[in-house]
């Protein structure tokens, strides 16, 4: 309580700064320390309002990236991804389909899809479509899409009608897509410009009614087991089409092709299936040799009846004969795992095969056998026999020179009508994946024996590789 004549004493007001006396000197320290409270509350309040700026200004960028740049995922449904491969999760009753997220680039426009299992009916589209695509539906069958579907060799654009192009695709089938303006030099803004191959070979070309940068890579499926192994890195050489097309055809392997269609290393059969002269068969250009001494047979396809046969037969062996069935040939039996020597009644050998096993056939030469210029034939298409010393490489631990002298009473008489005083005896082995698993002794005819392959019911497919020891 302030004393009668005394001076009020000091005290803080509430913002913490000194109370001074009401004097002149007292009333000018108010005024100092008014001004010094403003300046430091202006201080504070532009800092509050800068950070609050920054802030906005921070989430407005963040805003406008994701606007500009979305975050865009694969889109799938009844698809199950492994890598690259995509395998069918349906039920057959729904469709399932694939949509990549980025869409096709503008420099390497173009991509392939490898069928690894064609499942019970092969309905595997491949095509490009809009990101925001219907998943439940094939790709090709609504608007704004095109795709070439396997089963039935169509192409669809945007309907469910499609245009014949090709034949039906199978397991070991490539189907590819691109476009085309790169090839041009011009980049429509309104339409692209679509293109589709199958194992290589151009097949169709569509257009689709939106720019290239809106069309994404997809793959739609329909039945159980179908799978397939999508390539998005996958090059179409525009410059030399014609080169690329003979190095996939691989038909100057052959020297016969009765009833078979070559694509690539892959033999189909074409033949009708109906009787067993109705047998399809296909002959490699150059015999065996002690240089290339040995083959390999991969079934992709065992077909109805799975009636493969792998084994050497004489140049001119009957076009409408199984290998082994006849003279001057030796094969094994894929449908009940029997050889055939010279004859149409078979032996008991080895195990039956299957889809994706691998049956390989090769010649144990005699140490003193050797093919003049080591397989290359003269004008006539026969080759001369000489003695040489030589050894080659053994094939994956097998035996390579015959040392067996038993005689095979399958044999006699046997050498296409060749004197035995002119072949000698060779002894042909059989392999199923990478094992052998027995060998037959006989005469080899005058022009050696050629790698020969049969087949006897529909859409029966092998895998060729006549040098899987060298690779």
Not at 47 to 57: I, P
Not at 129 to 144: E, I
Not at 192 to 217: C, D, M, Q, W, Y
Not at 400 to 413: A, K, M, P, R
């Amino acid at each position: 309580m302030p004393v009668a004549g005394l001076p009020e004493p000091q005290h803080q007001d509430q913002a913490g700064a000194l109370s001074l006396d009401s004097g002149p000197r007292g009333a000018g320290a108010r005024e100092r320390e008014r001004r010094i409270l403003r300046k430091r509350n202006n201080r504070t309040e532009m800092d509050d309002f800068n950070r609050q700026v920054r802030e906005l200004l921070g989430w407005r960028r963040t805003v406008h990236g994701s606007a500009a740049t979305p975050s865009l995922h694969d889109r799938f449904e009844r698809i199950q991804i492994t890598g690259d491969v995509l395998r069918y999760q349906g039920n057959s009753g729904d469709v399932g389909c694939y949509v990549v997220a980025q869409p096709l680039p503008k420099h390497n426009n173009y991509f392939e899809v490898l069928i690894t299992d064609s499942g019970v009916r092969g309905s595997i589209a491949v095509g490009v479509v809009p990101y925001d695509y219907n998943l439940s539906q094939q790709p090709g069958w609504l608007s704004c899409s095109a795709a070439y579907h396997a089963d039935d060799g169509k192409l669809y654009t945007g309907r469910g009608v499609g245009q014949q192009v090709a034949d039906k695709c199978q397991t070991g089938d490539r189907i590819g897509c691109g476009s085309r303006e790169d090839r041009a030099g011009q980049e429509l803004q309104e339409i692209a410009s679509l293109f589709f191959t199958r194992n290589g070979k151009e097949i169709g070309t569509v257009v689709v009614p939106l720019p290239l940068e809106s069309l994404h890579p997809a793959v739609g499926m329909h039945s159980i087991g179908e799978q397939v192994q999508i390539d998005l890195q996958a090059e179409w050489a525009w410059a030399d089409e014609d080169s690329l097309m003979v190095v996939d055809n691989h038909e100057d392997d052959w020297a016969r092709l009765h009833d078979m269609k070559v694509s690539g290393p892959v033999l189909e059969y074409a033949g009708k299936g109906k009787s067993i002269m109705d047998v399809g068969l296909a002959q490699a250009k150059l015999p065996l040799s002690t240089r290339s001494h040995y083959f390999e047979v991969e079934i992709v396809n065992p077909g109805e009846k799975c009636y493969i046969a792998v084994g050497v037969a004489r140049k001119d062996y009957p076009k409408q004969r199984h290998p082994g069935w006849n003279k001057g040939s030796v094969a094994y039996h894929a449908d009940d795992g029997k050889i055939f020597s010279g004859s149409g009644v078979g032996h008991p050998f080895g195990p039956r095969c299957y889809k994706g096993d691998i049956m390989g056939c090769g010649i144990m030469f005699p140490r003193d056998f050797h093919l003049d210029s080591e397989g290359e034939c003269d004008t006539d298409g026969k080759e001369r026999f000489q003695q040489s010393k030589s050894k080659v490489r053994q094939p994956r631990g097998a035996v390579l020179y015959c040392t067996d002298s038993e005689e095979d009473e399958d044999d006699d008489g046997e050498g296409c009508g060749e004197s035995h005083r002119q072949s000698q005896k060779v002894v042909v082995f059989f392999s199923r994946n990478g094992k052998i698993i027995g060998k037959k002794e006989s005469w080899i005819p005058q022009g050696g024996f050629y790698p020969t392959i049969g087949m006897l019911s529909s859409e029966e497919r092998v895998k060729v590789d006549f040098r899987p020891l060298s690779g």
